[in-house]
């Protein structure tokens, strides 16, 4: 397999260090629950996992890539990067790699002898025998993977897509296992309790660290787990005080005899309004709240024309990439709609949040403004023009139509992220 090149960082243990965890025989193992109790009481790292996994020593254990199978059976994946991605083939040796194009999107699908990697932003096409690798270069952005829907994250590492069952594609991460941590620990224990029992959260990082690295298949199988079990949520799914208690424990690991033990805490009952497996989403980070940029031929009259043509496309499917009348994403029906009325807009949603005057209050939106939809690491998912009353006209997702929907209430009114007024 591609061995990812080592990611630099110097993190000084400051909760644990290495030590035998031996307890009488018969202690039984506790719940992540009564490890929060435990942490609320001072107790440290090293306490909890002496309790909760008898018999077992703590040591530092040289780390390895882990492969995580994100989606199988696609149509197609859809990779975007904000920095340069490097493309390789890893069925042709000849094959010389590739620097890919920031913020263009590369669709890849089947062909009789192969894979194609589409450029949908009008850049060259590729055919490789495959798989083949998207290569972030250790970018703190990651990769977008926009297609499937179901997927719609960023990831860290490197995006690897093979042929999956008869014309389909299967959707593999590839990564250092500490940034594996740093994307499943949001799901494994609740990050709020970094604020009362810190060492809880660095003792369910060693824990699933020991429990990652122990269950790694061999270099022959296409992966090591699937992104369900533990939930891999990816670069979108860090939290802050999860991912300072991966690097508090960097290398620790649990270990009986020569091998990583395959640790791992029993769920129990609801805590503080979180359930183990359900990490809450982040405030959106108000990325369309930048300087005034003003674009050539922008009026409120070609503005209001725009959302008047974009709502004539409702019921138009839904096409990653789409931005004619055959098909749309979110993105491409709002480039779509201003190139027809003379208004030349940035083709992508990060660059269109930085067009035109912001808007920082739903209230304060009139028909034409378009709507920005973000998570807290500053990603924008989503797009829409503002048609008043609270609602916007939209290209939702794969398998999906144009349509309105209301953004004052609900998922849009919590992920709102800012508006921008498109201006001359």
């Not at 493309?87 to 062909?111: C, I, K, M, W």
């Not at 991460?173 to 499943?184: E, I, K, R």
């Not at 304060?364 to 403004?369: E, T």
Request: hydrophobic share 40%; glycine share 10%; aromatic share 8%.
């Amino acid at each position: 397999m591609h061995v990812i090149n080592r990611f630099s960082r110097t993190v000084r243990v400051i909760v644990v260090s290495a030590a035998v965890l031996s307890v009488p025989t018969g202690a039984m193992a506790i719940t992540r629950q009564d490890a929060y109790k435990m942490g609320q009481k001072g107790k440290s790292a090293t306490a909890i996992l002496k309790k909760a996994f008898p018999g077992v020593r703590m040591a530092r254990t040289q780390e390895a890539p882990i492969r995580v199978l994100l989606a199988d059976d696609e149509l197609a994946a859809g990779v975007v990067a904000q920095t340069s991605m490097t493309l390789r083939d890893l069925g042709n040796s000849a094959f010389r790699p590739v620097t890919l194009v920031p913020q263009h999107r590369y669709e890849v699908t089947r062909t009789t002898i192969g894979l194609r990697i589409r450029d949908v932003d009008g850049g060259p096409s590729h055919t490789v025998k495959g798989p083949v690798e998207f290569d972030s270069n250790n970018a703190n952005t990651g990769i977008l993977v926009a297609e499937p829907a179901s997927i719609n994250r960023r990831y860290r590492g490197i995006i690897r897509v093979a042929a999956g069952r008869q014309d389909r594609v299967r959707i593999i991460n590839v990564l250092d296992v500490q940034y594996y941590l740093q994307g499943t620990l949001p799901g494994d224990m609740p990050p709020a309790w970094g604020v009362k029992a810190p060492t809880t959260l660095s003792a369910g990082a060693i824990a699933l660290r020991s429990r990652a690295l122990s269950q790694r298949k061999l270099d022959t199988a296409p992966f090591d787990f699937t992104a369900s079990d533990p939930k891999y949520l990816g670069l979108d799914g860090e939290r802050v005080r999860t991912t300072r208690a991966v690097q508090r424990t960097h290398n620790l690991t649990l270990r009986k005899g020569k091998y990583p033990y395959p640790s791992n805490f029993t769920v129990g009952a609801k805590v503080m309004g979180s359930t183990a497996f359900q990490p809450l989403p982040g405030t959106p980070a108000p990325v369309a709240f930048g300087p005034t940029k003003a674009v050539a031929g922008a009026t409120p009259a070609r503005a209001q024309a725009a959302m008047n043509l974009a709502m004539t496309f409702r019921g138009t499917p839904y096409r990653w990439g789409g931005s004619a009348p055959g098909g749309f994403d979110c993105s491409g029906l709002v480039y779509y709609v201003f190139a027809q009325q003379g208004v030349k807009l940035p083709r992508v949603a990060e660059d269109q949040a930085k067009a035109g005057q912001a808007v920082t209050r739903i209230e304060d939106l009139i028909a034409g403004d378009l709507v920005f939809f973000a998570d807290s690491s500053g990603y924008i998912h989503h797009i829409g023009i503002y048609i008043g009353d609270g609602m916007m006209v939209h290209a939702p997702q794969t398998g999906d139509v144009v349509k309105t929907v209301t953004i004052t209430s609900g998922y849009f009114r919590k992920q709102f992220a800012g508006g921008r007024r498109i201006v001359s």
